[in-house]
């Protein structure tokens, strides 16, 4: 599975921005989607998840700010972020991931880089 991040750049606080993460797996649908984060020397974090049922996950750091969402037509899932903060400057990742009858697999997207001016 190969996933295409797009959608980052440069926006300055308070501002909004849309990710989007396009999946060339005609079998998106079962697939958890989730999109992490990693800012300069912290570690990989999860943003928000959201699985094949729409339920929805999201860290506390980003509730009330952040939306994912997806659209299994286009095989694509979304992190839509509003009221971003300085904070949210990072490189945000795309990953799929479910179950096979044998393990659990998941796939990375390259990242795209977010960042947040004051």
């Known amino acids: 599975v190969q996933l295409v991040e797009s959608g980052g750049g440069l926006v300055q606080a308070g501002g909004s921005v849309r990710l989007s993460c396009l999946a060339s797996d005609v079998s998106f649908s079962i697939y958890t989607m989730g999109w992490y984060r990693q800012a300069p020397g912290k570690e990989r974090e999860l943003v928000a998840s959201i699985n094949s049922d729409t339920s929805t996950n999201y860290a506390d750091s980003v509730k009330g700010r952040f939306t994912i969402s997806r659209d299994n037509a286009k095989n694509t899932v979304y992190l839509q972020m509003n009221s971003l903060e300085r904070e949210d400057t990072a490189i945000y990742y795309c990953?799929?991931?479910?179950?096979?009858?044998?393990?659990?697999?998941?796939?990375w997207g390259q990242g795209t880089q977010v960042t947040v001016s004051s």
């Open positions: 990953k799929a991931d479910r179950m096979t009858p044998w393990n659990r697999v998941h796939y």
